[in-house]
T-cell receptor, first 115, second 114 residues
Framework: EAGVAQSPRYKIIEKRQSVAFWCNPI?????LYWYQQILGQGPKLLIQ????????DSQLPKDRFSAERLKGVDSTLKIQPAKLEDSAVYLC?????????????FGPGTRLTVT | GDSVTQMEGPVTLSEEAFLTINCTYT??????LFWYVQYPGEGLQLLLK?????DKGSNKGFEATYRKETTSFHLEKGSVQVSDSAVYFC?????????????FGTGTLLAVQP
């Protein structure tokens, strides 16, 4: 079974530029998550989708971050414009369904450096 | 709000030593508890979990027991190997909440020396 795929793996941009990350979850997984992991901290949920609907985006900085999951499969996370403090690893995860009993499977992450 | 506190690292051990990584949590409901591991250059992997009080999760020689009275979920292993070197994250999920987002601790780096 293929795991969660993310691209790119690394990205370096200057502040005020825009950037987009892509995630392809495990086939059949209805729930998709984006987490932000700043160096030295644990991952923090940015947004959770159930199929193509948003379940929780309470910690997404909506003035600069946006995310979509148009067909309930792939997802894109965008930052525009980027700030220095956005430097982090962006993790995508998916689970079969929503609920604590369903394991979340994580992708390898995209490491973003904003200079 | 809900939170997880785990011991700071790095933890440096010799091979075959006993490992304990402390984790305590604060939650208003009855969360599920998890340990995730992140090997160098790889993504997060679920190591073990427990969904109710007094449950013991175990995998690959690691164990953790859900202690509601002390709000703890300490990770233990009787004999560590060099291959166990990684960052370990304690996390909780509000099983009965509207979402099942994971709330993570800050992670503990374990370095095992031969």
């Amino acid at each position: 079974e293929a795991g969660v795929a993310q691209s790119p793996r690394y990205k370096i941009i200057e502040k005020r530029q825009s950037v987009a990350f892509w995630c392809n979850p495990i086939s059949g997984h209805a729930t998709l998550y984006w987490y932000q992991q700043i160096l030295g901290q644990g991952p923090k949920l940015l947004i959770q989708f159930q199929n193509n609907g948003v379940v929780d985006d309470s910690q997404l900085p909506k003035d600069r971050f946006s995310a979509e999951r148009l067909k309930g499969v792939d997802s894109t996370l965008k930052i525009q414009p980027a700030k220095l403090e956005d430097s982090a690893v962006y993790l995508c995860a998916s689970s079969l369904k929503q609920g604590g009993e369903y394991e979340q499977y994580f992708g390898p992450g995209t490491r973003l450096t904003v200079t | 709000g809900d939170s997880v506190t785990q011991m700071e690292g790095p933890v440096t051990l010799s091979e075959e030593a006993f490992l304990t990584i402390n984790c305590t949590y604060t939650a208003t409901g009855y969360p599920s508890l998890f340990w995730y591991v992140q090997y160098p250059g790889e993504g997060l992997q679920l190591l073990l979990k427990a969904t109710k009080a007094d449950d013991k999760g175990s995998n690959k020689g690691f164990e953790a027991t859900y202690r509601k009275e002390t709000t703890s979920f300490h990770l233990e292993k009787g004999s560590v190997q060099v291959s166990d070197s990684a960052v370990y994250f304690c996390a909780l999920s509000d099983y009965g909440g509207a979402t099942n987002k994971l709330i993570f601790g800050t992670g503990t780096l374990l370095a095992v020396q031969p």
